[in-house]
């Protein structure tokens, strides 16, 4: 063997190691190992992490977990939920008590830079908004000088709130909750004139506990720009990587119009696209270090974004949610799933 040859042997061999390196976080080997995903949601909030009575979750969240179990488990069972409030998510996550974070969590530069940890992707476009007793006729949020505000502590909420209002030159009187269950009881009981937070918990709160919901109004102003995502640890490329392509795979799929009814017909697809999504056309899911029906698991188990958004906090929810930017780009909505090639 000449020299040349020499060194383009040896670099196919360090080529083929880093490749096998790619396939095998430790993260995804310990999954692997222990056969179940330990997924952080949140402790209580209707539409997107919630548990019934007998202890079964549902939630847009919650589902997000479920697809990444069918993905990397063949099995959407195969996650056990850790219920996790504000202040706690992060430093579960650092610590690995859970091995992704799915819980309404803002993406932001300091939480991507400074905690160690990485965004996925964006699961829901949100905004932060007020909501107020309808009897207190109050039409604007520029209405709530002095007002009495509820908020909770460990958010983004806290600090958008004291912009909101130092830009606007007003004075309020924050009334700060560390969990949850804390924050909504303290409203609806009327501790407080007003509760903010991400415009989607609003809905959510007002659906599953006020007494009356048509008794609340939430206000027209959305003061910042929430994308809210699952996260992960940094220092695991391989496992970042599966999450965030389950997600983008989710909007692939409603983009292209495989769901959970017809993801078998299409397995037949000539679209190549298709075919990379569910029928593993050039070797997706080993470039993932996933098995070859990792797309075609999480559509026929979860379903595709549309699918998991309308059956958890759709217009035919208690929530009714319209779509607004979270339809796909091409139905006016700003979802854009990158493309699986």
């Not at 050039?282 to 070859?292: A, F, I, Q, R, Y």
Request: glycine share 8%; hydrophobic share 40%.
């Amino acid at each position: 063997m000449n020299k040349l040859a020499s060194i383009l042997a040896g670099a196919a061999v360090a080529t083929m190691a880093v490749v096998s390196t790619a396939n095998a976080g430790a993260v995804l080997n310990a999954i692997k190992q222990k056969d179940f995903i330990q997924c952080g949601v949140n402790t209580g909030l209707a539409g997107f992490g919630i548990p019934d009575s007998q202890g079964n979750w549902t939630g847009l969240d919650v589902d997000f977990c479920r697809a990444l179990a069918a993905a990397v488990l063949g099995d959407s069972k195969k996650v056990k939920f850790t219920p996790l409030s504000a202040p706690q998510r992060f430093t579960a996550l650092q610590s690995g008590e859970i091995d992704v974070l799915s819980r309404n969590t803002t993406i932001t530069l300091t939480r991507d830079a400074s905690l160690g940890l990485h965004g996925a992707g964006v699961w829901y476009y949100d905004g932060q908004g007020f909501m107020v007793p309808k009897k207190l006729n109050v039409k604007s949020a520029k209405e709530l000088k002095d007002a009495e505000i509820c908020v909770q502590s460990g958010t983004t909420t806290e600090l958008n709130l004291s912009d909101y209002f130092r830009a606007n030159n007003m004075t309020f009187k924050p009334v700060v909750f560390a969990t949850l269950d804390e924050f909504k009881t303290a409203y609806f009981n009327e501790r407080c004139q007003a509760m903010t937070t991400d415009a989607s918990s609003l809905a959510a709160l007002r659906a599953a506990d006020a007494r009356n919901p048509e008794d609340h109004v939430i206000l027209p102003e959305i003061i910042s720009k929430e994308p809210l995502g699952p996260m992960v640890r940094r220092g695991d490329d391989e496992w970042f990587a599966i999450v965030k392509w389950v997600l983008n795979t989710a909007l692939e799929a409603e983009e292209y119009g495989i769901t959970q009814a017809n993801v078998d017909s299409m397995k037949a697809s000539t679209n190549p696209n298709v075919a990379r999504i569910i029928a593993n056309r050039d070797e997706m899911g080993v470039k993932l270090g996933l098995s070859p029906e990792w797309g075609y698991n999480m559509i026929k188990q979860v379903g595709n974004y549309g699918e998991i958004f309308e059956r958890n906090v759709g217009t035919s929810t208690k929530l009714k949610l319209d779509r607004g930017l979270n339809a796909q780009w091409s139905k006016g909505g700003i979802m854009y799933g990158t493309p699986a090639r």
